[in-house]
């Protein structure tokens, strides 16, 4: 089997599988996200990562590429900002929910796939995508077999990207605090707004910061992650639905030197059923998406940890005045603009593949260097993002047919 296959089209419920898979979230928060999914493909194509992982080819050709230390889900959006423990901002993948060992080229046919997808929704010609998917993979192949990790930050970026880290490098935390809470009689509490951060019962913040006090217990920072205020938080589009908390803590002092941080639930990866390599035995999903992110990062962020709660696992980290992402908007972004930005991600994914190399199971550089070399499986990458962007535009097509109702559904907050 080559991977230019399409999937079997017979009897495929587009509908039912996505309901299938969210069954278990929150489902008021889960109607939020099919709407923000039926703006365009590319957005049904965010929110979808396990339809991508159900429809490839697994015992194709490219399936049997290097095994490295995946994203798992990469896509033009899933890029930002964030400050490593050398206080240095740097541009990476910011989303390693999905994260496994696999083979090198799932995250490449996902990131071309969304080029294809992301030209759609920005009104650029499909002649356009073309171009940009060689760009992408030519990028890709440079860096990976010329065997250098590295990262992106200021003193290296280009286009959209330099000028995001540029901006970032002048943003204070206390912009950041105005920003996400108010200030009353010298305390902070967080600002509610029924959209981005939503009020919680007593009974829960109480619970959540039980959670960190426990967890922060033996550390000798423990003073610095005292709780002030606990809510619930609304971001992304393909992790909507699950448990997430925006947590406001002592930090370094009241009332200017308070800290945020992001406490959210991890599940099974949407790859776990379809993975062929053996992978770790991880005590629990937020230990497999932290260590992924210390594999393939050069310079993680400066605070990541994995905690129990509420009966699961969830991954804490704080949430920095310096952290932004690039969002694809039409009049916002040229295209020579989205070519540099590719360059730049597709540079990013070979670092990511490279630095991960002879890590608990990865392949060794060497073995990299010379796929990367090899152009064989060029074109039959090339087709199947092409034949599979096509797939995702009648999927998503179906999606809006099934889903009218949810057009205009008023937002309701989630049951605590």
């Not at 020579?336 to 540079?347: G, P, V, W």
């Not at 199971?361 to 073995?367: E, L, W």
């Not at 260097?369 to 087709?383: A, R, V």
Request: net charge negative; charged share 25%.
């Amino acid at each position: 089997m080559t991977i230019a296959n399409l999937v079997d089209n017979a009897d495929r419920d587009v509908w039912e599988m996505i309901r299938s898979f969210n069954s278990q979230r929150d489902p008021q928060l889960v109607s939020q996200k099919y709407r923000k999914m039926r703006k365009n493909a590319f957005a049904f194509f965010r929110g979808t990562c396990h339809l991508f992982y159900q429809d490839l080819p697994i015992e194709s050709s490219f399936s049997f590429a290097p095994p490295v230390w995946i994203c798992g889900d990469l896509h033009l959006e899933n890029f930002g900002t964030y400050k490593s423990d050398d206080r240095q901002i740097y541009f990476g993948i910011d989303d390693f929910d999905e994260g496994n060992l696999a083979s090198c080229t799932w995250d490449i046919a996902r990131l071309l796939t969304s080029i294809l997808l992301a030209v759609d929704s920005l009104e650029f010609d499909r002649s356009d995508g073309d171009q940009l998917m060689r760009v992408c993979l030519n990028s890709y192949v440079n860096m990976l077999s010329a065997g250098k990790t590295g990262a992106i930050c200021e003193d290296n970026a280009r286009g959209i990207v330099a000028d995001l880290l540029e901006t970032l490098s002048h943003r204070k935390r206390r912009d950041l605090l105005e920003e996400r809470t108010i200030l009353s009689k010298d305390r902070r509490q967080l600002k509610f707004d029924d959209l981005k951060i939503l009020e919680i019962s007593k009974q829960q913040k109480n619970r959540v910061a039980q959670a960190i006090e426990n967890w922060a217990r033996d550390r000798e920072d423990r003073n610095f992650f005292e709780v002030l205020d606990v809510g619930f938080r609304v971001a992304g589009t393909g992790g909507l639905g699950l448990d997430r908390y925006l947590i406001l803590v002592e930090g370094k002092g009241s009332p200017e030197r308070n800290y945020l941080l992001d406490l959210k639930q991890q599940l099974p990866s949407a790859l776990a059923p379809h993975l062929i390599q053996p992978q770790p035995q991880w005590t629990n999903q937020a230990t497999r998406v932290m260590q992924v992110q210390k594999l393939v990062q050069p310079a993680p962020p400066a605070l990541l940890a994995a905690i129990d709660f509420n009966g699961g696992s969830y991954l804490l980290r704080e949430l920095q005045p310096t952290q932004d992402k690039i969002e694809l908007k039409i009049d916002q972004i040229s295209l020579n603009q989205l070519e540099k930005l590719i360059e730049t991600i597709s540079q990013i994914a070979a670092f990511a593949h490279l630095h991960s190399s002879g890590k608990m199971g990865a392949v060794i550089d060497r073995d990299l260097i010379q796929f990367g070399q090899n152009l064989d499986w060029h074109q039959e990458l090339l087709n199947y993002a092409t034949n599979y962007a096509r797939q995702v535009r009648v999927d998503y097509q179906d999606f809006c047919k099934a889903t009218s109702d949810f057009q205009g559904f008023p937002y309701l907050n989630p049951i605590f």
